[in-house]
């Protein structure tokens, strides 16, 4: 592979697909995910659907804490606002979920500009604790409003009537003719959330190249400096909460079509906050490409952590959730110590080994 | 009268327990400004050790110092193997580290004493109660006060007037110049660990106690715990001591007296209300009680 060719313009330093090799790879990459669902067996479908909702709420954290600078363990709260909007709106009002959806992200992005003030205020760890307090407000809000939540029992998301293909279809699993191709269902919510989540890349990926993201990566590394050079701190971080809950908010309403059934504590806790801070710092802090590895990389690692789990001794005595949780712990730990940039360092390294070939350095 | 002093007395003894849990946060952060988000581990670790050790046959006492001194000798452990080699690196960084720290010991104490509730023994009856006026009080909690006000007695004095607490404050202040002065820095950190996580044992067994049970969830109480931290000012162990009194008594007399009135809203409500207390708290004082004021400009 050949080294980046010689930059000569701003448009050829801010495209994303900079030369030949880069759009030979998105081909070659999107024919690969265009055929997976009809590969893939229906687990590991199901394990890329889920790999594809946390690559939608990584990128949304990436924003607040990657870009801006903004600790948040919050992020458990605008996911479940996400999930209990789309969910109750499907259900009570029998909305379409092309409307739910969205619905679920402005939902989560008014208490995420609610909150953005607080940061305006508050720095670093006094900021990560409120959100922390967030999550625990959210969770007490959602479980005592039972008539539309239905608290503790949990809420059905109405899959049937959203993903079911006729009117004699009886479950959302039927097959539906697109065109030629009879698509089924978790093949369904495949391409849906494929989009989504190309969606949200993109989002991410502008807001990095554009003057909004410089912004947030200012106030991040200097705000006062940031401030002197005409950036206004307040509105920055301000935005920053508003997009990052708005994606969250989408992401947790896919979460919901992805579980069909949905309640409160699990699985939106303080572990949920703390997998998706895992996913940021495992990619590498500050890129998407780092929020879309890390996500991809946590979300595989449970299956996995299931086979490998049982193998061991003494963790076989846990259960196959805190199996996978062992595993990803110990894989953070080793990543903070060893590998500061995350697997971005590790792709960078790779990369910077191919490109000297046949030399070291 | 005699249900308020009822909810007075066991919202101070919870408070003293907060204070514990919370000054274990304070002595870290001001040492080596890592927030320690395993502190509800240690608490766990301490009542555990606790309730083995005193399983074993050692005596009350005897049982209660060596679990102390086991669990500050593990978070020693942690700092040195773990924290030593980030020193320097973002705080995010640190804060993230004792999370999944406090994922995998909670993982290895499921693994050591599984999931069963077990009763925390006491030197009294388990259940003893004394007649003060017309209320019925537990001694469990009248011993938790006591301790408390013993330990962080202990702790001011330590602090104020041991060579280790002068170096202690002397690292808080500024860690070079502590170091070109000759404060064995990593030697206080590795004190201000063992000194956390003592602090978190003792709070350990005296939540474990009858009312409540001990079981490897037991170190959720940290997570109230940090309102105090936060309401007290993240630097100032006086204020999170202040804090975490008030906010024990604040939420019982919550669970006693608003609850009832919030209907539906109102169940559980007192679990959440430091939460809620601290953010309104902090919109009007954003460095907490006593917390040191940073001079800003934007």
Known sequence: MPTRALVTSYAQDLALFPDRWHRLGLVLFSALLLTLPWVADPR???VSNLALVAIVGSVALMILTGFAGQISMGHAAFLALGAYTTAVLGEQWALPFWLALPAGGAVAAAVGLAIGPFALRLRGLYLAIVTLGLVFLVNHMLLTFSDLTHGVSGIAVPMVTWFGAEAS???????????????????????LFLALATGAVWVGKNVQRSNTGRAMMAVRDQDLAASVLGVDPARTKVTAFGLSSFLAGIAGGMFALQQQYITIEPPFDLNMSIEY????????????????????????????????????????????????????????LAVLVFEPMGLLGLWLRIKRYFAAWPFRY | MSGLLQLLVSGLALGAIYALVALGFVVIYRASQVFNFAQGEFVAFGALMMVSLHAEGLPWLAAVALSCVLTGLLGALVERVLLRPLV?????????????????????????????????????????????LDAQLLVNSLGAMATGALVLGLYFVLIRRTRMGVAMRATASDQEVALALGIPVGRVFGATWFLAGALAALAGIFLGMYPRNVDIHLGFVALRAFPAVIVGGLDSAMGTVIAGILLGVLELLCQGYINPHLGEFGKNFHAVFPYFVMILFLMVRPYGLFGSREVERV
């Not at chain 1, 097959?175 to 009879?182: E, F, M, N, S």
């Not at chain 1, 802090?285 to 590895?293: D, K």
């Open chain 1, 44 to 46: 590991w479908l199901s």
């Open chain 1, 169 to 191: 279809a009886t479950d959302f699993r039927s097959a539906t003719q697109w065109g030629g191709l009879r698509v089924v269902g978790d093949q369904k919510l495949y391409f």
């Open chain 1, 277 to 332: 801070i895992a996913m940021i710092v495992l990619g590498g802090m500050g890129t998407v490409f780092g929020a879309v590895a890390g996500a991809v990389a946590l979300v595989a690692l449970s299956p996995l952590a299931e086979i490998v789990g049982r193998q061991l001794p003494l963790i076989e005595r846990l259960s196959s959730a805190q199996q996978s949780t062992v595993l990803f712990s110990a894989l953070v």
């Open chain 2, 88 to 132: 320097g690196r973002p705080v995010f960084v640190t804060i993230i580290l004792t999370i999944f720290v406090g994922a995998l010991l909670r993982a290895g104490m499921t693994i050591a004493w599984g999931h069963e509730l077990r009763g925390m023994p006491t030197p009294w009856d388990t259940m003893a109660e004394v007649q003060v």
